[in-house]
């Protein structure tokens, strides 16, 4: 079963404009991830916060995680065409060492110039 | 750079073939894993390995079988080819240690005919 939902399911907004997207989780984490994906193509890691972090920056993006709620967001501030992409969340859930991670099925963002 | 690679970007099989996806990373990672990828599902687990020659199912490892005999290398295997598995197939490795941020191949996309 999944464990992050994203929401929204799909994202439309003009370049230039904010973008943010959420993600919830049922379980306890070690961390949660935002990956990128282009169409057709393979995902990219953007981001990870740890469940003790509260707010993280990279460039343009910003990530909060609200442990109490199990949630998370990712804001994409300023946003640009080439920002067009699908955003997945993804948990880690503690599970051992392996290295698994569960990941949500994605906001679908358009970015219209 | 962290480099991921599978064999075929697009491939196309008949039912009832034997299908093989190889995967090859560049950066000694311990973790290798196999998804699948289809719209609206999100992706979902296949297999995974954690170390030579082991492997963990993952949420759907029904109709496929994997091999990792080296450290780089890890082979999704489809022993008899079905419709029902033409999809996005996506492999990922990451090291155990460091933080478990997931290195993604570009894909392949398979067709069954």
């Known amino acids: 079963s999944q464990q992050g939902e994203e929401d929204p399911q799909a994202l439309s907004i003009q370049e230039g404009e904010n973008a943010t997207m959420n993600c919830s989780y049922k379980t306890s984490i070690n961390n949660l991830q935002w990956y990128r994906q282009n169409s057709g193509r393979g995902l990219v890691h953007l981001i990870l916060?740890?469940?003790?972090?509260r707010e993280k920056h990279s460039g343009r993006l910003r990530v909060t995680l609200d442990t109490s709620k199990k949630s998370s967001s990712l804001l994409i501030t300023a946003s640009r065409a080439a920002d067009t992409a699908s955003y997945f969340c993804a948990t880690d859930t503690r599970s051992g060492n392996t290295g698994k991670l569960i990941f949500g099925q994605g906001t679908t963002l358009q970015v219209k110039p | 750079d962290v480099k991921v690679t599978q064999s075929s970007r697009y491939l196309v099989k008949r039912t009832g073939e034997k299908v093989f996806l190889e995967c090859v990373q560049d950066m000694d990672h311990e973790n290798m894993f196999w998804y699948r990828q289809d719209p609206g599902l999100g992706l979902r687990l296949i297999y995974f390995?954690?170390?030579?020659?082991?492997?963990e199912k993952g949420d759907i490892p029904e109709g496929y079988s994997v091999s990792r005999e080296k450290k780089e290398r890890f082979s999704l295997i489809l022993e008899s080819a079905s419709t029902n598995q033409t999809s996005m197939y996506l492999c990922a490795s990451s090291w155990t240690l460091k933080s478990n941020e997931q290195f993604f191949g570009p894909g392949t996309r398979l067709t069954v005919l």
């Open positions: 916060i740890r469940s003790n972090e």
């Open positions: 390995s954690y170390d030579v020659k082991m492997k």
